[in-house]
């Protein structure tokens, strides 16, 4: 079954950019999403299609997937953006999450 | 405005059954594909089951044989059938929504319902 690998953990500092990558085969031939969830709560959909913002999503995310790997960026992280942060791409038959990520802001 | 809520988890000791629902209002199930994701404390999201607009369906291979989806068009509900429970079946389970136009990805969650399995 397809696999997808995050890094488990990114701490930023406030105002500054995190970047978050998402690795898997020929990912780069796929679209991946990108879903925040904070401790608590549902997962929210913050990108789709690579690099798509749902509306109410602030500018600050942004996305890209070429070759293995995706990223997520979120440019002038807030306290806010203190998440989980998953990718998943659909393969066919399933939804395929990534292992996560816990960004921290510092 | 699209809601999903999820009823029916609990605790519920190995090798028993549990149903969840899922009451969809603000759009259609039968138009949309339909999944179950689940997150076991402290873990990440794993997707479980989907149902697809004309009713087939498919599973994760860690539920097959044990989990049935299905839906009631009547009520604009989806369900979940868990039968001979494990201890590592105990999650949140979310009832999540893709678009028919692009299923690629999930655009709505539930708030979950916590189902434990334990003795």
């Known amino acids: 079954s397809y696999e997808l690998t995050q890094t488990p953990s990114v701490s930023v500092s406030p105002g500054q950019t995190a970047s978050i990558t998402c690795s898997g085969d020929?990912?780069?031939?796929?679209?991946i999403s990108w879903y925040q969830q904070k401790s608590g709560q549902s997962p929210v959909l913050v990108i789709y299609q690579d690099k798509r913002r749902p509306s109410g999503i602030p500018e600050r995310f942004s996305g890209s997937n070429s070759g293995s790997t995706a990223t997520l960026t979120v440019s002038g992280t807030q306290a806010m953006d203190e998440a989980d942060y998953y990718c998943?791409?659909?393969?066919?038959?399933?939804?395929?999450f990534g292992t996560g990520t816990k960004v921290t802001v510092l | 405005e699209v809601h999903l809520v999820e009823t029916g988890g609990g605790l519920i000791q190995p090798g028993g059954a549990l149903r969840l629902a899922c009451a969809a209002s603000g759009f259609t199930v039968t138009n949309n594909y339909m999944s179950w994701v689940r997150q076991a404390p402290g873990k990440g999201l794993e997707w479980v089951s989907l149902?697809?607009?004309?009713?087939?369906?498919n599973y994760a291979d860690s539920v097959k044989g044990r989990f049935t989806i299905s839906r009631d068009n009547s009520k604009n509900t989806i369900y979940l059938q868990m039968n001979n429970l494990r201890a590592e079946d105990t999650a949140v389970y979310y009832c999540a929504r893709s678009s028919l136009s692009d299923y690629g990805y999930i655009d709505y969650w539930g708030q979950g319902t916590l189902v434990t399995v334990s003795s």
């Open positions: 149902i697809y607009n004309g009713g087939k369906t």
């Open positions: 020929k990912l780069g031939e796929k679209y």
């Open positions: 998943q791409a659909w393969d066919s038959i399933a939804y395929v």
